[in-house]
């Protein structure tokens, strides 16, 4: 068997071979893959093939995704969790930095003098670039995940003041953090106490313009702004009179819209903050990975929309199934796979929310009846995509 994968923007090649033999990329059979490897595509609104069956984000954010049809259509979608946090990590060290002296219009400025005594020119006109140090700062961070956990431990030994902000912080990264990183229990006791702020949360409703009017109002004054998550976490309005007021120092984002560029306080950056060639590798490895183990074993790890399902393939064959999460559904699903004569080794089915996913070894040799009982399922009520998969 042969699966094919359309890939969209820069995939790394040397990642991609983590597919294996048994994958044709960008093959014959573009116009209908098996698998979709993306990152940063819009694909909202964008009509998916029907033989599509699975979607992996290379890199972290998933907001160009519509998750919702996906799911609808029984496509699992991935993403890569980790795979690029240093190198946003590092590009918000550096973002802090920049903000604490002038690098840029020092470099300017010095650009522009001319003459034989251009060195003594540097020592008279240096003074208009003497900075702050970001030791003994407070570096307010929101959002404490692969890439927000990371800068908030490289800031204590920075020797920063750190506080962080995250109501879902998993148990993994709670154990990792740093203990002299304040825990907030409200997102105001960022916006009242830090001299830098850094947001590394995903876009969704709840975090839509996190700064907002009313984040802006609790601020002190200069206080710098580091946005490496997305543009619509800032409600660029709000911002302006921030800036003008002097509660915002600086802003620096990865994400420019035209109104935010060539402004005298505004750094913007191309959408860059994940582009070294060690995560484009990290990324498009562990996309291949998950997509190769989803579409030869069955197995879920890393899904945004389905949970994990792990389960070693001993059997000489194996149905998964895409279902409603409906009452009943398991014992309905065993019992046709009775009515078929064949004996269930193992059934697995888990849910979330509205979808589960169901994974059923058969002791059953037979290709045949194992392909009668999949078309039986194909035309089940709340039954959404069901393949079939050989030892
Ligand atoms: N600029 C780039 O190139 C680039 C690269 C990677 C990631 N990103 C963006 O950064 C985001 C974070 O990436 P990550 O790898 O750290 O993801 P992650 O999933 O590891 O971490 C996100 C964290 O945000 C927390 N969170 C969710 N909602 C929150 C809320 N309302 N308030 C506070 N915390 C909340 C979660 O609990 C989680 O710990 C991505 O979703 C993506 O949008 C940008
Ligand atoms: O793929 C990229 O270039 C950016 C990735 C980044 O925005 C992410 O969410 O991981």
Redesign the pocket.
């Known amino acids: 068997m042969v699966y094919t994968v359309k890939t969209y923007n820069n995939i790394n090649q040397v990642g991609l071979r983590e597919l294996g033999n048994g994958f044709q990329i960008d093959g014959d059979q573009k116009e209908n893959p098996d698998a979709y490897i993306i990152r940063s595509e819009n694909l909202h609104g964008v009509d998916f093939p029907d033989n599509l069956k699975v979607i992996a984000r290379a890199?972290?954010?998933t907001?160009n995704i519509p998750i919702d049809v996906a799911t609808d259509h029984g496509i699992v979608v991935f993403n890569t969790?980790?795979a690029?946090?240093n190198a946003?990590k590092e590009a918000v060290i550096a973002s802090t930095l920049l903000s604490a002296r002038d690098y840029l219009g020092a470099n300017k400025w010095v650009n522009t003098l001319t003459g034989d005594d251009v060195p003594s020119q540097v020592e008279a006109g240096k003074k208009q670039f003497a900075g702050t140090e970001i030791a003994g700062k407070t570096l307010g961070v929101?959002?404490?995940?692969?890439?927000?956990a990371r800068i908030a431990n490289d800031a204590v030994r920075l020797g920063m003041n750190v506080i962080g902000?995250?109501?879902?912080?998993?148990v993994e990264?709670a154990w990792g953090l740093n203990r002299a990183i304040i825990r907030a229990t409200e997102?105001q006791e960022i916006f009242k106490n830090s001299d830098y702020i850094t947001i590394?949360?995903?876009?969704?409703p709840?975090?839509k313009e996190t700064f907002n009017r009313e984040a802006f109002d609790l601020m002190g004054k200069d206080v710098t702004i580091i946005n490496?998550?997305?543009g619509e976490l800032v409600d660029n309005k709000a911002l302006f009179d921030a800036i003008e007021t002097g509660v915002v120092k600086r802003y620096i984002t990865?994400f420019g819209t035209e109104e935010l560029l060539n402004k005298d306080k505004i750094i913007v950056l191309p959408?860059?903050?994940?582009?070294t060639e060690e995560a484009e590798l990290n990324c498009a490895i562990m996309a291949s990975q998950t997509i190769r183990r989803f579409l030869e074993t069955g197995e879920i790890i890393n899904s945004v929309n389905f949970p994990n399902v792990k389960q070693v393939l001993t059997t000489p064959f194996r149905i998964t199934l895409v279902n409603h999460n409906v009452p009943n559904i398991v014992a309905r699903i065993s019992t046709r796979v009775s009515d078929a004569g064949i004996n269930i080794s193992n059934i697995i089915n888990r849910s979330k929310n509205d979808h589960a996913y169901t994974l059923i070894d058969l002791d059953e040799s037979d290709e045949e009846k194992v392909k009668a009982l999949a078309a039986g399922f194909e035309s089940s009520e709340h039954i959404i995509k069901v393949r079939i998969i050989k030892k």
């Open positions: 890199g972290a954010g907001n969790p980790g690029n946090a946003v929101i959002g404490l995940g692969a890439i927000g902000y995250d109501p879902y912080v998993s990264t997102i590394h949360v995903p876009l969704t709840e975090t490496f998550a997305r990865d959408h860059v903050g994940g582009s």
